[in-house]
């Protein structure tokens, strides 16, 4: 079974620093990757996605992906306490029965402290 | 108004009992999945289905079954549930060639 590994936290970002988030996958085939934001009690929230090596940035959030190393991160920028939330990395991979389906890391939880 | 709706968004029931979970979606994707996730855990595939009449198993569909009506519904059953059935559902759906999944707003379930 191909494996998604992110850093469980919780991370503690001052309120108007950085945050960077971090994933790294199994699969060397992978092409798919996303960036899924969670609140407590609440359902997944797609954030981002990066299909090729490089940055690519939406707002306040930088996706970053370097398939040679396999790992992707996230960059959020000016954190605000609302972006206190369990960040999932998604890779697209295959599974056991050969399908491609999103493999989920556990999730890194995110406090942003005022 | 929300791409993917899931009914009922809370439950409570005993164990032994049946329980339907349904879900729809308004997106025009063909794929749907069902998802559980219990406390501090990740998500799990139970089913998934990449059109009417495909249906598969994921990781964790012992005590599971579904079902795809349409195209745009998808329902998931325990046929007798048990207290370690008590979780978070999520229904999902996805389009190619990518496979971003978009969420419904989950079904918390409680099995007493």
């Known amino acids: 079974q191909k494996e998604v590994e992110q850093n469980s936290g919780p991370l503690s970002v001052p309120e108007g620093a950085i945050a960077s988030l971090n994933c790294t996958y199994s699969?060397?085939?992978?092409?798919?990757f996303f960036w899924y934001r969670q609140y407590s009690g609440k359902s997944p929230e797609l954030i981002m996605s990066i299909y090729s090596n490089g940055d690519k940035e939406d707002g306040r959030f930088t996706a970053q992906l370097n398939k040679a190393s396999q790992y992707v991160s996230l960059l959020i920028r000016d954190s605000q306490p609302s972006d206190s939330a369990t960040y999932l990395c998604?890779?697209?991979?295959?599974?056991?029965?050969?399908?491609?389906?999103?493999?989920w890391g556990a999730g890194t939880k995110l406090i942003i402290k005022p | 108004d929300a791409d993917v709706t899931q009914t009922p968004r809370n439950r409570i029931t005993k164990t032994g009992k049946r329980i339907m979970l349904e879900c729809s979606q308004t997106?025009?994707?063909?794929?749907m999945y069902w998802y559980r996730q219990d406390p501090g855990l990740g998500l799990r595939l139970i089913y998934y289905?990449?059109?009417?009449?495909?249906?598969n198993k994921g990781e964790i569909s012992d005590g599971y079954s579904v079902s795809r009506q349409a195209q745009a519904k998808f329902s998931l059953s325990l046929e007798s549930a048990i207290p370690n059935q008590t979780a978070l559902y999520f229904c999902?759906?996805?389009?190619?060639?990518?496979?971003?999944?978009?969420f419904g707003p989950g079904t918390r379930l409680t099995v007493l």
């Open positions: 998604a890779v697209k991979g295959r599974t056991r029965d050969s399908n491609y389906q999103l493999i």
């Open positions: 999902a759906t996805s389009d190619i060639p990518h496979n971003e999944q978009f």
């Open positions: 997106k025009g994707h063909d794929r």
């Open positions: 289905s990449f059109d009417v009449k495909d249906i």
């Open positions: 699969d060397r085939g992978s092409q798919s």
